[in-house]
């Protein structure tokens, strides 16, 4: 590797200013790639620009297996082989693995699950508006919506779901390692004993069709069944969660943007994307190990070496998108990378747009006087996790 060379802040990404989205590291699209000091000195190459990091989101000489003794590791303790699923697994053991969920979250799978969605979407506004006000928008709507979705797709139990959203975003959580681990040990251990009455006893759920279908047979162990369903529960609600919050709070303030979208209800497609590229939520965990020497935007990457790709930068790259820091519906959007790129792309993204265009939809109907409850600077936003957002909403309408 080259000269390592500090970020301009501590990692993961710390927001300088957390009112404005993701930085956009120009500093770093300046040139080829440069290495950057990670989390206890480790040296990774920063891939910065919206070209280079699409190259490399489906580059076959970037591994992502997490068991390699470089891999640059973004949780705060060791993950176990085969822990994360397919998201840590390299052809073709990945495709293997991936067929056996993709078809649940297909776009037309989707669109039969959006009744179920929106009604979800009107009960926890109707528990909104029956209640005081001010109110917190993220822990009454954007934290539980995506929750119930997922949780009901895999069949969790309601009653269950209130330990399981605690979890899952303390899991994520990088600034209290002990709670992180014992996050990972309790989810673990709740799908593990969720995953074998299913096997035993299956019901009409997303966890006991794949038990029937692959664990049965043997094409699934127990113990990569566990964690398939662990990073499908975890990803589809952290991740939704922090969108939906950071999106409702983007349109609060562009009174001009929703009076378009009430105007064109055609435009809702355009919104969505343009909020899933000004966002960009995934911090600095898309990562990779070089299996083969490459040259990815003149960097002479090494096998062996760490390799960090920063979607928030590509995604606010002025090559790709001209000013980038505007929010602006009416720009080609449709190439952000907000979901990944290539092979690894997020599987269950086309649920996580259903959800965001339902909750817009829905939030601006239900409360058209929705508005913040607090001054904005006093708004919460996180810091300490691998994935961007706030831990409070407060409004009032």
């Known amino acids: 590797m080259s000269e390592t060379t500090a970020p301009p802040a501590a990692w993961p990404l710390a927001r300088a200013c957390p009112m404005l ?10 040139g080829p790639p440069r ?4 989390r206890g000195g480790q040296c990774a190459w920063l891939i910065t620009r919206h070209e280079d990091v699409r190259r490399a989101l489906a580059e076959p000489g970037l591994s992502v297996d997490d068991q390699h003794p470089n891999f640059p590791n973004r949780l705060l303790f060791p993950v176990p082989p085969r ?3 397919f998201w840590r697994m390299d052809e073709p053991e990945h495709s293997a693995h991936r067929r056996m969920i993709a078809p649940e979250f297909t776009a037309y799978r989707t669109q039969e699950m959006r009744p179920a969605i929106m009604a979800a979407a009107e009960e926890l506004i ?7 006000k001010p109110a917190d928008m993220h822990a009454g709507f954007t934290l539980a919506l995506p929750c119930i979705v997922i949780a009901r797709i895999f069949g969790v139990p309601d009653e269950d779901m209130k330990e399981f959203k605690k979890n899952t975003g303390a899991l994520l959580n990088q600034g209290e390692p002990q709670a992180a681990f014992d996050a990972f040990v309790a989810t673990t251990r709740y799908l ?3 995953a074998t009455a299913r096997e035993r006893e299956p019901r009409d759920d997303l966890l006991s069709r794949l038990a029937t279908r692959y664990v049965r047979t043997g094409e699934l162990s127990h113990d990569d069944f566990v964690a398939m369903v662990r990073l499908m529960l975890v990803a589809g609600h952290e991740t939704t969660a922090n969108q939906l919050a950071l999106s409702i709070l983007t349109l609060l303030d562009r009174p001009d943007v929703l009076a378009e979208l009430r105007e064109d209800p055609r435009l809702l497609t355009p919104v969505t994307d343009e909020l899933l590229r000004y966002w960009s939520i995934a911090q600095d965990n898309v990562v990779r190990v070089a299996a083969e020497d490459l040259d990815i935007g003149g960097a002479a990457i090494a096998a062996g070496d760490a390799v960090l790709l920063s979607i928030p930068a590509a995604d606010h790259d002025e090559r790709a998108f001209p000013h980038p820091a505007d929010f602006d519906i009416h720009r080609d959007n449709t190439r952000h990378l907000a979901f990944g790129h290539g092979p690894h792309f997020c599987p269950g993204g086309p649920l996580a747009r259903t959800e965001l265009e339902i909750t817009i939809e829905t939030v601006f109907r ?5 508005r913040l409850a607090v001054d904005r600077d006093r708004l919460p936003f996180r810091t300490d996790s691998l994935v961007h957002g ?8």
């Open 21 to 30: 989205p993701p930085p956009a590291l120009a500093e770093f699209r300046e």
């Open 126 to 132: 109707d528990a909104l508006e029956a209640g005081e």
């Open 366 to 370: 239900r409360l058209p006087g929705l």
């Open 192 to 194: 593990d004993q969720l």
């Open 35 to 38: 290495t950057v000091s990670l």
């Open 390 to 397: 706030l831990s409070a909403l407060p409004v009032t309408w």
């Open 83 to 85: 822990a994360v699923s």
